[in-house]
């Protein structure tokens, strides 16, 4: 396994994926952007305009607006967490009291306050922990619910994810950015929120306490006046301690956002390997796979090795600041207290506010670790909807291809060919998304009710037709003109059969209730797969249990059932063999009269399924060019 050199032990910003540090002068542009950017992450949620239904037990249902129900909640929260910072204020003048009573041996005045103050404000400070925590938990879920259904949407819209990928804008797993990083962006958000706002009350409250407190003081071993000296001490030396911890931690937001990235690779890599074990199984691909295992996991180790060596500089200056806290404020007040200046019960109070108070002021300090990761979390979002946006962004500056729907016309069963139900191709050239031009077709119309076979070598962009068609593929120019209302499946040579029961598989993309057990199971005896219908509520891993020739079978059986208008075959039997490929092909054609079907294919028997061919042939400037005619004919312009 490798182990991390003293170089990446030394210089964090070498490990491989981390953004490298900013300048010195750029360092505070760079927090007003981190704090941007939570709030431009945060606002939506309370600012939506989404109606939903709140259980209110005995009293029914309400129906309100979901930013109005989450503003609401925070301002209970908010309302709870300074309530809880006056308890405490409270108390800390009931201490006061107490250790007097303590210190004078008065036991009336012990039992009074202990059983009327005390009792009374902790059994207030309990109830409101618990309603607090309910309704924390409360608008996290639903919170991290919205925003989850937010980014799935925006991701999955138009076939965003395949945009991504073919603009080379992919952000590195997604699953992660949706899964992990929502749910840490709303649970730190909310306890950073929530911990600086207890820290700014304790904060005003607690100074104003000290300040009362040694408004007498002097310097200590003078008779030099100084109102306020311990509130001052406080500040003073809680600042510095700050800017050290600073100093010192900073590297671990470099340091953490590549450990996420180095984790989530690693699990991808092992989901991978799982989805792919039989292809792997038959090629002995078994030492390559362990060699690239052991060279990702090998990147989190060197970047653990560098969080270690970071945090272990860290924990010197945090730690030794929580144990030099217990006894600073003593230290501080005992020249008053052994002086007779205050009694016991002045000294814990003044002890206990000075703690306090520079508690509040290292708030920072305490959350440097949950900073920097937080800083990490916000930044993996943000890059997520930067790939969202540039893979839209280049979609649509490439998008010339104008999709135009026809209206919608029925298809009956052994009906003439019509054009009023056509797909119309006019004036099309499709490209890579670099630019360069790989299939052109001045006229083309594939015919409702008509079967047409398209054939052509591979790369001659006839399974990018198919994408343009569906409106996925943008990179090029032209018009394609699709019919209106009219339902379309394509199916391409690689079936995806989603998690879930088999049931699942069959019915996708529709739901999986939507067909009954009866016409499932006819569809799987009609397309040879009789021995799985007792399996159609099995959970299990389709993808890897069935061959590709079974789950093409199994994407037939969903065409059975769903009985599109327009069926697109992107080599959707290219597993099966002839015999197989001729009965499957007989099925759709006797169950399905009235489906228009198009198909890709490369073998010459295909051509008995079909009433037309167009082929594509490779032109003198190396663009193939898509037109009517068997491969070796003489081309024509298509109709």
């Known amino acids: 396994m490798p182990v991390a050199s003293a170089a990446s032990l030394a210089d964090p910003s070498s490990i491989k994926g981390a953004p490298p540090p900013p300048p010195k002068g750029q360092r505070l542009a760079a927090v007003r952007r981190t704090a941007s950017l939570a709030w431009r992450l945060t606002v939506p949620y309370f600012s939506t305009r989404d109606v939903t239904e709140v259980e209110l037990g005995r009293f029914g249902r309400l129906r309100i607006r979901e930013g109005w129900l989450a503003l609401i909640m925070a301002a209970i929260v908010i309302a709870a967490t300074f309530a809880d910072v006056a308890i405490d204020v409270r108390l800390s003048y009931f201490n006061n009291s107490w250790y007097d009573a303590i210190q004078q041996h008065d036991a009336r005045a012990f039992w009074s306050l202990l059983l009327t103050v005390f009792l009374f404000w902790a059994m207030i400070a ?94 200590p071993g003078t008779e030099m006046r100084m109102p306020g000296f311990l509130l001052w001490g406080a500040l003073i030396y809680t600042v510095l301690a700050t800017w050290i911890t600073h100093r010192v931690g900073r590297p671990l937001i470099r340091l953490n956002f590549a450990q996420q990235r180095y984790e989530a690779d690693f699990r991808f890599s092992l989901a991978r390997l799982r989805e792919y074990a039989e292809q792997i199984g038959l090629l002995k691909g078994e030492q390559a796979e362990l060699s690239n295992l052991q060279q990702r996991f090998g990147g989190i180790v060197d970047n653990y090795y560098a969080i270690i060596a970071r945090m272990k500089r860290l924990i010197i200056v945090t730690a030794g ?134 054939m052509g070598p591979s790369g001659a962009g006839k399974s990018t037709l198919f994408r343009a068609v569906a409106g996925v593929w943008p990179f090029g120019e032209g018009v394609i003109e699709v019919p209106g209302g009219a339902s379309v499946l394509l199916l391409p040579q690689r079936p995806y059969l989603p998690m879930g029961p088999l049931r699942r598989a069959i019915a996708y993309p529709a739901a999986p209730d939507a067909f009954g057990d009866g016409a499932i199971a006819e569809a799987l005896s009609a397309v040879g797969l009789a021995d799985l219908v007792d399996q159609i509520d099995v959970e299990a891993s389709w993808t890897m249990i069935l061959s590709l020739g079974e789950q093409q079978r199994l994407a037939l059986a969903r065409v059975i059932l769903a009985k599109p ?73 298509a109709e």
Do not use: C
């Not at 991701?155 to 603009?167: C, K």
């Open 126 to 219: 309990i109830v409101i922990a618990i309603y607090r925590y309910a309704l924390e938990s409360y608008l996290r879920i639903r919170w991290r619910r919205w925003l989850t259904h937010r980014y799935v949407g925006t991701w999955l819209a138009d076939g965003t994810p395949y945009r991504m990928m073919i603009a080379r804008t992919a952000t590195d797993n997604p699953d992660q950015r949706i899964a992990d990083d929502i749910d840490q962006f709303v649970q730190t958000t909310q306890s950073l929120t929530l911990g600086l706002l207890s820290a700014v009350s304790n904060l005003a409250s607690f100074s104003v306490v000290l300040w009362i407190l040694s408004r007498n003081f002097t310097l």
């Open 321 to 454: 600041y929580s144990q030099v806290n217990a006894v600073v404020p003593y230290v501080l007040v005992a020249p008053y207290y052994f002086a007779g200046k205050i009694l016991l019960g002045g000294m814990t109070q003044t002890a206990d506010a000075f703690s306090r108070v520079q508690e509040t002021m290292s708030f920072f300090i305490d959350s440097y670790t949950t900073l920097a990761a937080y800083q990490a979390v916000l930044d993996r979002m943000q890059t997520f909807e930067d790939g969202i946006a540039r893979a839209n962004r280049a979609s649509g500056d490439a998008a010339t291809i104008r999709i135009a729907p026809q209206a919608a016309a029925p298809i009956m069963p052994d009906a003439p060919p019509d054009t009023e139900t056509a797909v119309v191709v006019r004036d099309l050239t499709l490209r890579m998304p670099e630019g360069t031009p790989i299939l052109s077709i001045p006229a083309l119309t594939f015919r409702g009710g008509e079967r047409t076979l398209v």
């Open 565 to 637: 208008d327009w069926l697109f075959l992107d080599e959707a039997t290219s597993a099966l063999d002839e015999p197989a490929e001729n009965a499957l092909y007989t099925l759709v054609t006797a169950r399905l009269p009235g489906t228009t079907v198009v198909s890709i294919g490369h073998r010459s028997t295909l051509a008995a399924f079909h009433d037309r061919i167009v082929t594509a042939f490779e032109g003198a400037d190396g663009t193939f060019v898509l037109t009517d005619g068997e491969p070796g004919a003489r081309p024509r312009a």
